[in-house]
């Protein structure tokens, strides 16, 4: 009983005492080097982790161009703020090809790889390892489960979900998971660090989807299934949910955008967690288009085509 209570309050005292200054982002993809974006133009210093030198390169010059887009708008009668801003905000990054090397002295790690729960948690014990014991783990996944994610690490408590959703610079939302298992003291970093990235978090249980997703993906796979009975074409669908529902985009439009083969990863994952929830039933069509390769915009085509 000693030893918990002590380890419960040396755990508690050194989550309170935590600020949030030092990230580490593992992914120098589309997501991982936006949330370095935004952490870097808030003042936080950032290593971004990614395999190779050639794609950290590429993702800084992805995060150069998005940080000069901004300052033109933000600092549109004051070049020379614009420019500082810019110069700042690049500063506050620097790159690793070493994960291990990365987490050793930071305040927080975000990870941003791909969607397999096997790898994340492969690299989560690693890091394990390494990181110090006040470190917070958060992954951005959109769809699995954070706690089997923290089963790999000795830091339950400290261990949490941040999804940022794309383009992280533009999307003031971020859904904050909080596990069984994650303290209080860390839901509460983590949300303290998300407000002073100057997004709006939500909090949310470890449940399939979140929030967002749990919504949205089942509504887009009626919309696939409301077109396969052809109730509707996919044009008047998404005209009909537009100027109807007010969305910004209809669901095939979306579809395009996220990326097929994303969309039926998730529904993948979740019909084989319950399949008998009909809202989770997969799609032939949906099938079909990821088989031949018609992935939505990042491809050419998908439900749409584009030049």
């Known amino acids: 009983m000693a030893f918990f209570t002590h380890r419960f309050l040396r755990s508690m005292s050194s989550t309170n005492s935590l600020a949030i200054k030092h990230i580490t982002v593992i992914g120098g993809g589309l997501m991982g080097a936006g949330i370095a974006q935004v952490a870097a133009a808030t003042g936080h210093s950032v290593i971004l982790v990614d395999q190779a030198e050639d794609i950290l390169k590429k993702s800084l010059k992805k995060i150069g161009d998005s940080v000069g887009r901004i300052s033109k ?30 987490v050793r002295n930071t305040d927080l790690v975000v990870e941003a790889i791909v969607e397999n729960v096997n790898v994340k948690q492969e690299l989560f014990k690693k890091l394990d390892q390494c990181a110090p014991e ?34 992280v610079p533009l999307m003031k939302l971020v859904e904050v998971i909080q596990t069984p298992e994650t303290s209080q ?3 509460e970093a983590l949300m303290n660090f998300t ?10 249980k470890d449940t399939p989807g979140f929030i967002v997703n749990r919504l949205l993906v089942p509504y887009i796979m009626e919309a696939i299934r409301l077109y396969e009975r052809g109730h509707g074409s996919k044009e008047d669908i998404d005209v009909a949910m537009k100027l109807g529902a007010g969305y910004p985009m209809g669901p095939f439009e979306l579809l395009d955008y996220v990326g097929l083969d ?18 989770f039933a997969p799609s032939a069509l949906l099938n079909k288009l990821v088989d031949e390769g018609k992935l939505g915009k990042k491809t050419g085509e998908g439900f749409y085509k584009y030049s």
């Open 73 to 102: 708008k933000k600092f549109i009668d004051k070049p020379e703020a614009g420019a500082e801003f810019v110069q700042q905000t690049l500063q506050k990054i620097s790159t690793s090809t070493d994960p291990a090397s990365a």
């Open 134 to 167: 006040k470190t917070i783990f958060a992954s951005n996944t959109s769809s699995l489960s954070i706690g089997e994610m923290a089963s790999a690490t000795t830091r339950l408590d400290r261990f949490g979900g941040l999804h940022f959703f794309n383009p």
């Open 185 to 187: 003291q860390t839901f």
């Open 195 to 204: 407000k002073a990235l100057g997004k709006k978090p939500v909090a949310c």
């Open 262 to 279: 994303t969309s039926k990863f998730i529904i993948d994952g979740w019909h084989k967690m319950d399949p008998d929830n009909p809202l």
